[in-house]
Structure formats: C-alpha cells, structure tokens
C-alpha cells in the first residue's frame, strides 16, 4: 500500500508564505498525478493543484499566479508553494496520488492525513 506523508502546514499572516511537502512511499505506478486538495468545515472537498509524473499542472482559480506546485519524481514527492497566502485559503490540506483511468479520468486513490494551514493575523 501507499502511504503519503505531509509536512509544512502552520500558521501565517495574510501576505505571507508557507511551503508544503508531501512525500509518498509503497508500490506507486511509474504514471501518477499528485496533488493537494483542501477542504473547510461544512464545504467539500476542493482540487488546488496537481501534478502528473509528465508535469501537466492544474490549478484553481482561486490559486492561480500565488501557488507552485511542483514534484521530484525520483523522490516521489509533490511540493505546494503558498505566496500571497490570504485568509480564505484557511483549510486543512491533503495531499492526494492517483492514476488515469480509461473513460473515468484521474482518480484520488491515496491520501495524507492532513495539514491545517491558517492564514491570519
């Protein structure tokens, strides 16, 4: 099995940067995605970005021209870099590894515990 490890959360104030880690080991497919979701109370669930083993990035909205993603695919390891970071980006973040299914798409089959990030001052 698959375990992801995610490091990097804390505490912020608005303007300012927090890096995220999440490093996964076990039986991992040579073809994934890996990504952070972030989610609040009452809400689902959101994608706030992803990376695949070819480097095709996705990115919310809400993130664009503030957040990196990036990875070492030797290390098997995704990385999130927050700038810029405001309060409605308070969430617990999950780090996420899937693979592409045919006529499904990507799916979310592992997940980290969680990191709680808290942009406030």
């Known amino acids: 099995q698959v375990q992801l490890v995610e490091s990097g959360g804390g505490l912020v104030q608005p303007g300012g940067s927090l890096s995220l880690s999440c490093a996964a080991s076990?039986?991992?497919?040579?073809?994934?995605?890996m990504g952070w979701y972030r989610q609040v109370p009452g809400k689902q669930r959101e994608l706030v970005a992803s990376?695949?083993?070819?480097?095709?990035?996705t990115y919310v909205d809400a993130v664009k021209g503030r957040f990196t993603v990036s990875r070492d695919n030797a290390k098997n390891t995704v990385y999130l870099q927050m700038n810029s970071l405001k309060p409605e980006d308070t969430a617990v973040y999950y780090c996420?590894?899937?693979?592409?299914?045919?006529?499904?798409?990507?799916?979310?089959?592992?997940w980290g515990q969680g990191t709680q990030v808290t942009v406030s001052s």
């Open positions: 996420s590894l899937g693979t592409y299914k045919y006529n499904i798409g990507w799916s979310n089959d592992y």
């Open positions: 076990g039986s991992i497919f040579s073809r994934n995605r």
């Open positions: 990376i695949t083993t070819a480097g095709t990035t």
